[in-house]
């Protein structure tokens, strides 16, 4: 009783929301633990039920016939069969009978499911054979969607040759022609020769669309060319004559520019333009500001203001809520933002789950974050790589090296291969032990693996020497790591200058760091470094745990053809870094009758 009185008193920071939120599920908390440091430590057995919405419900089906129902089950088979041999064109072909060409609406859907489920390459593929067969009628919209794939996968060579012919043919420039030309430069880096088309655009036409804009600044923005963004963005901004002005994803696109920057003043300012400006607020609006936010009592606040602006919380929202909360090592709030999620019908995706797997591995919780792990089982949740490395790295935290080693083994057991962040997992945790000889012999099995080590393995081998003042071996690494190609962080120079005892030592240190006779700021290896730094750092290698480079995350597309005509719009640049589950089959009745193709510039 006394416990649970002090523990209904907490002072935890959750948002108002969530706070009531957190009561009303009526979850049960087993067990309320204090530590010594005053923090409640929460075990919960029956957390992450499993709710209504996310049992798999069996859809009755209704065909207007057999000859329907055959035709139906037959294209869904031949999509499955495209989709795991990542390659369309030799099985479209055995759906031929004899010398009779493919049906029209079989093309038509097979075109469309793969441009909303964007698999550019297939589309790309597709649309190649297509312009070899002489029972297809080749019009302007298919070049037009081929140089739309090119421009997604950043070939701008081949969208270049395509160009070159649509010209030849007698096409005139459009739209969604240079856009996606554009497009194909900037996803291919050539950042210069993307302005280059955009600006021809705006002097000599077609006259750039908002999606024109929309793409030009992802380009620039991801090219690290921020001033070239910023004076394209000021003065669309500030043109009179525009037809249109900058709508709510330029301003999102803005936004992120400056968090990646650092001016999250100027990010900031910018989101409170959009008001003033009365552009319409919305979820994605919201998660743009939160993404930028390192306190979790800012993302909170951030998360309030949305709800009170009447906009409900996305899965981004409550990742971004629940990721600030792990990184603070508040736990059981980061939790309970998870249940409130679950609670409000919203579907969580593979990386929401490997967020809190993350906030409890960040404190070495292996429990609760096996409760986590088998959770993604239940609810349908494959777990991926990143899944299985971060309870290596909670058995890590736990300092439980015999966990984390049967963890690792159950990574191959399971068909994944472990790559240089679930290594360098691994040694890290050897290495908070002082144990040089098992560090080496993980770099040892790792070499053998074919895994190539990177710049956090060679920092974690000289982390373990100099735990173990060894400054001859932390040299021989300090050295490989510049052969290698990689400049030495921060950590392994203060390293490199801690172990520097004698003025012979210090003089080569010095030398090595090219410092000179400056000292670096040195952390005695007594002082732990934290962990959530740690994990940080380890986890940049392949971004395992990236949640959101890319702010402008949106819903992806439900797997379901709207009946009509079949329409070939402008393709916003919405890469979403959110998958969510397509738990719908795709309705093939959808794209009967369909002979006619539209634009919409």
């Given at each position: 009783?006394?416990?649970?009185?002090?523990?209904?008193?907490?002072?935890?920071?959750?948002?108002?929301?969530?706070?009531?939120?957190?009561?009303?599920?009526g979850?049960?908390?087993?067990?309320?633990?204090?530590?010594?440091?005053?923090?409640?430590?929460?075990?919960?057995?029956?957390?992450?039920?499993?709710?209504k919405f996310m049992?798999?419900?069996?859809?009755?089906?209704?065909?207007?016939?057999?000859?329907?129902?055959?035709?139906?089950?037959?294209?869904?088979?031949?999509?499955?069969?495209?989709?795991?041999?990542?390659?369309?064109?030799?099985?479209?072909?055995?759906?031929?009978s004899?010398?009779?060409?493919?049906?029209?609406?079989?093309?038509?859907?097979?075109?469309?499911?793969?441009?909303?489920?964007?698999?550019?390459?297939?589309?790309?593929?597709?649309?190649?054979?297509?312009?070899?067969?002489?029972?297809?009628?080749?019009?302007?919209?298919?070049?037009?969607?081929?140089?739309?794939?090119?421009?997604?996968?950043?070939?701008?060579?081949?969208?270049?040759?395509?160009?070159?012919?649509?010209?030849?043919?007698?096409?005139?420039?459009?739209?969604?022609?240079?856009?996606?030309l554009?497009?194909a430069?900037?996803?291919?880096?050539?950042?210069?020769?993307?302005?280059?088309?955009?600006?021809?655009?705006?002097?000599?036409?077609?006259?750039?669309?908002?999606?024109t804009?929309?793409?030009?600044?992802?380009?620039?923005?991801?090219?690290?060319?921020?001033k070239?963004?910023?004076?394209?963005?000021?003065?669309?901004?500030?043109?009179?004559?525009?037809?249109?002005?900058?709508?709510?994803?330029?301003?999102?696109?803005?936004?992120?520019?400056?968090?990646?920057?650092?001016?999250?003043?100027?990010?900031?300012?910018?989101?409170?333009?959009?008001?003033?400006?009365?552009?319409?607020?919305?979820t994605?609006?919201?998660?743009?500001?939160?993404?930028f936010?390192?306190?979790?009592?800012?993302?909170?606040?951030?998360?309030?203001?949305?709800?009170?602006?009447?906009?409900?919380?996305?899965v981004?929202?409550?990742?971004?809520?629940?990721?600030?909360?792990?990184?603070?090592?508040?736990?059981?709030e980061?939790?309970?933002?998870?249940?409130?999620?679950?609670?409000?019908?919203?579907?969580?995706?593979?990386?929401?789950?490997?967020?809190?797997?993350?906030?409890?591995?960040?404190?070495?919780?292996?429990?609760?974050?096996?409760?986590v792990?088998?959770?993604?089982?239940?609810?349908?949740?494959?777990?991926?790589?990143?899944?299985?490395?971060?309870?290596?790295?909670?058995?890590?935290?736990?300092?439980?090296?015999?966990?984390?080693?049967k963890?690792?083994?159950?990574?191959?057991?399971?068909?994944?291969?472990?790559?240089?962040?679930?290594?360098?997992?691994?040694?890290?945790?050897?290495?908070?032990?002082?144990?040089?000889?098992?560090?080496?012999?993980?770099?040892?099995?790792?070499?053998?693996?074919g895994?190539?080590?990177n710049?956090?393995?060679?920092?974690?081998?000289?982390?373990?020497?100099?735990?173990?003042?060894?400054?001859?071996?932390?040299?021989?690494?300090?050295?490989?790591?510049?052969?290698?190609?990689?400049?030495?962080?921060?950590?392994?120079?203060?390293?490199?200058?801690?172990?520097?005892?004698?003025?012979?030592?210090?003089?080569?240190?010095?030398?090595?760091?090219?410092?000179?006779?400056?000292?670096?700021?040195?952390?005695?290896?007594?002082?732990?470094v934290?962990?959530?730094?740690?994990?940080?750092?380890?986890?940049?290698?392949?971004?395992?745990?990236?949640?959101?480079?890319?702010?402008?995350?949106?819903?992806?597309?439900?797997?379901?053809?709207?009946?009509?005509?079949?329409?070939?719009?402008?393709?916003?640049?919405?890469?979403d870094?959110?998958?969510?589950?397509?738990?719908?089959?795709?309705?093939?009745?959808?794209f009967?009758?369909?002979?006619?193709?539209?634009?919409?510039?």
């Amino acid at each position: 009783m006394e416990a649970a009185a002090i523990g209904s008193q907490s002072p935890l920071s959750f948002p108002s929301s969530l706070c009531k939120a957190k009561v009303s599920s009526g979850l049960p908390i087993c067990n309320v633990k204090i530590s010594s440091n005053r923090r409640l430590e929460v075990v919960c057995h029956g957390m992450l039920a499993t709710r209504k919405f996310m049992q798999r419900k069996r859809k009755e089906e209704v065909f207007k016939d057999a000859a329907d129902e055959a035709e139906q089950k037959n294209w869904r088979r031949m999509m499955r069969e495209i989709e795991e041999r990542g390659s369309a064109v030799s099985i479209l072909k055995t759906q031929r009978s004899g010398k009779e060409p493919l049906p029209r609406d079989v093309i038509l859907g097979t075109l469309v499911r793969f441009k909303q489920l964007k698999k550019w390459n297939i589309v790309s593929e597709i649309l190649e054979w297509l312009r070899t067969q002489h029972w297809w009628d080749f019009t302007e919209m298919d070049f037009l969607m081929l140089v739309t794939a090119y421009g997604k996968l950043g070939d701008f060579s081949r969208a270049e040759r395509v160009l070159k012919y649509m010209n030849k043919k007698g096409y005139h420039p459009s739209v969604i022609s240079q856009t996606g030309l554009m497009e194909a430069y900037g996803r291919g880096k050539q950042y210069r020769k993307a302005e280059a088309v955009f600006r021809r655009m705006q002097t000599s036409g077609p006259e750039p669309s908002p999606v024109t804009y929309q793409i030009i600044l992802k380009s620039l923005v991801e090219g690290d060319k921020y001033k070239e963004a910023e004076a394209i963005f000021e003065d669309l901004l500030n043109e009179k004559r525009a037809s249109f002005k900058p709508d709510q994803k330029m301003f999102h696109m803005m936004i992120y520019m400056y968090k990646k920057s650092g001016d999250y003043a100027q990010a900031r300012k910018l989101f409170a333009q959009i008001s003033e400006r009365g552009i319409p607020l919305s979820t994605v609006t919201f998660n743009s500001l939160m993404s930028f936010e390192t306190d979790y009592k800012e993302v909170s606040s951030i998360y309030d203001q949305m709800q009170r602006a009447g906009l409900k919380p996305d899965v981004v929202s409550y990742s971004l809520l629940i990721k600030a909360y792990g990184k603070a090592r508040r736990e059981e709030e980061a939790l309970a933002v998870f249940e409130e999620m679950l609670d409000a019908g919203v579907r969580p995706t593979r990386k929401s789950y490997n967020i809190l797997l993350d906030a409890f591995a960040i404190s070495g919780l292996v429990d609760e974050a096996n409760t986590v792990f088998k959770a993604m089982r239940r609810h349908r949740v494959e777990p991926d790589l990143c899944s299985y490395t971060t309870m290596v790295l909670a058995y890590v935290n736990a300092s439980d090296m015999n966990g984390a080693e049967k963890f690792f083994r159950r990574i191959k057991e399971d068909g994944l291969k472990p790559n240089v962040v679930v290594y360098g997992t691994l040694m890290k945790g050897y290495s908070k032990l002082n144990n040089v000889e098992k560090v080496m012999r993980v770099y040892e099995r790792m070499r053998i693996q074919g895994v190539e080590p990177n710049q956090t393995i060679y920092t974690t081998i000289m982390d373990v020497h100099g735990r173990n003042s060894d400054f001859g071996n932390a040299v021989i690494w300090f050295k490989e790591m510049e052969a290698r190609g990689y400049p030495p962080d921060q950590k392994a120079k203060n390293i490199l200058l801690s172990l520097a005892k004698t003025p012979e030592e210090q003089q080569e240190a010095n030398e090595l760091v090219r410092n000179g006779a400056v000292q670096l700021e040195v952390k005695p290896y007594n002082e732990e470094v934290d962990d959530a730094d740690e994990h940080e750092i380890t986890q940049t290698d392949s971004g395992n745990h990236r949640l959101l480079d890319d702010t402008l995350a949106r819903n992806h597309v439900n797997g379901r053809i709207r009946t009509g005509n079949y329409t070939f719009d402008e393709d916003e640049d919405d890469d979403d870094d959110y998958e969510e589950e397509d738990g719908e089959e795709f309705n093939f009745v959808s794209f009967k009758d369909k002979r006619e193709v539209n634009f919409a510039s």
